[in-house]
């Protein structure tokens, strides 16, 4: 059965530090891996990897997908207290299904 | 340019009840895509439609269905509504198929008592 798992399912970090945010995913038929964030409200999208090694890259935030072990990480660097959210990884198969992970909820405190 | 609207924003209905819940894309979107969101499975892929036709259906019983509309409006229906049905049920529209770059809408909050 394919699914996406996410860790660490929580995180509390000061603000100024970097987090790391794990994905990892078995799915058949892959065709690409995505992040968002979700605030009070719905997602909003982050980014779309669909290559190896590639780094994606907006402002303090940054991602990267490794096919050959099957699993992506999302980085954000010098966190603010609005990187608060939970952060959601997806991933899309050739038969155009996307399958959620659960999250993770990151807290940045003041 | 509009977002991706949902109605209603919050609905309370009672066990063996049935439900529809509307969303309109974003303009010129024609891919709209259907997901149940709770505390305990997350955020769940029901289905998608594109071009008015169901491209891809989730792992969800058959009392939930939708359609598509010629001006790329969709509906879903639950029928039959069992406790476990309430959940945030949100909606994203893309330009595209295959449905990435998403954009959700607000969702319908759904109680089921």
């Known amino acids: 059965e394919d699914k996406v798992v996410q860790s660490p399912l929580s995180l509390v970090v000061h603000e100024g530090d970097t987090v790391t945010l794990n994905c990892s995913y078995e799915?058949?038929?892959?065709?690409?891996l995505l992040w968002y964030k979700q605030e009070k409200k719905a997602p909003t999208f982050l980014f779309m990897l669909?290559?190896?090694?590639i780094e994606k890259k907006s402002g303090r935030l940054s991602s990267i997908l490794d096919k050959k072990e099957l699993f992506s990480i999302l980085n954000i660097t010098a966190t603010q207290t609005g990187d608060s959210a939970v952060y959601l990884c997806?991933?899309?198969?050739?038969?155009?299904?996307?399958?959620f992970g659960k999250g993770t909820r990151l807290h940045i405190l003041p | 340019k509009a977002g991706v609207t949902q109605t209603p924003r919050y609905l309370i209905k009672t066990r063996g009840q049935q439900v529809t819940l509307s969303c309109s894309p974003i303009?010129?979107?024609?891919?709209v895509s259907w997901y149940q969101q709770t505390p305990g499975q997350g955020l769940q892929f029901l289905f998608e439609?594109?071009?008015?036709?169901?491209?891809n259906k989730g792992n969800f019983p058959g009392r939930f269905s939708g359609r598509q509309f010629s001006n790329s409006r969709s509906e879903m229906n639950v029928s039959t509504l069992e406790l476990g049905d309430s959940a945030l049920y949100l909606c994203?529209?893309?330009?595209?198929?295959?449905?990435?770059?998403?954009?959700f809408g607000p969702g319908t909050r759904l109680t089921v008592t």
């Open positions: 669909t290559s190896s090694g």
């Open positions: 303009s010129g979107h024609r891919s």
């Open positions: 799915v058949t038929n892959f065709r690409s």
């Open positions: 997806a991933v899309e198969d050739r038969d155009d299904k996307i399958i």
């Open positions: 994203a529209s893309s330009l595209v198929s295959p449905s990435y770059e998403q954009y």
């Open positions: 439609y594109f071009s008015e036709t169901q491209r």
